[in-house]
């Protein structure tokens, strides 16, 4: 037990000297973000769903200029990885938004691009069907955990909404919640 209490309290201490050496980050000028994570992504073909999977959420970069210190015009890449048919495919999106943080640390954005269902890039293009080509939409909010005046280490999760049209007819449509740890350099 006693191990157990200095253990906490070191974490505390920890967490108290982290957060007293936090800076105002100086937001301005060019972006650059990249996040890593987990995520759930559920298909629905026509009127039939498919099994939700979960798996590792990639790519999700955001490149992006500030025209505020509170706001930023990002071009999204989001997606995750998930197999059909016994092939790798990426469900991704390449979605403009807007980034707007409500406090100091806390950041909300929304936005609508293009969405794409492709072989993931590792697969060869003859176990794989088409390209697929639609249009999505992108909710995320982040929590800055730790920040300094260049780059920003943050908790967030997105919430991504597409529709593809197959190339053989009819629609699919799929939503993807992902919670990851990404990094934003000013």
Known sequence: MKKLIFIFFIGLITTLNIQAQTEQPIRKGF??????GAGALHFTDGMSEK????GISLPNLKMGWFVSPRTAIYVNTVGQIYESEGVDRSFEGIIPSIQYWATNKWWISGGYGAALDMRALYESKADSKSNEWGKGVLISTGYEVLQRKKWALDIQ???YMARVTRSEGGNLDGT???IGVGITLF
């Open 31 to 36: 972006t650059l973000g990249a996040s890593v």
């Open 157 to 159: 999760s997105r919430l």
């Open 51 to 54: 099994a939700t999977r979960g």
């Open 176 to 178: 993807n919640f992902s």
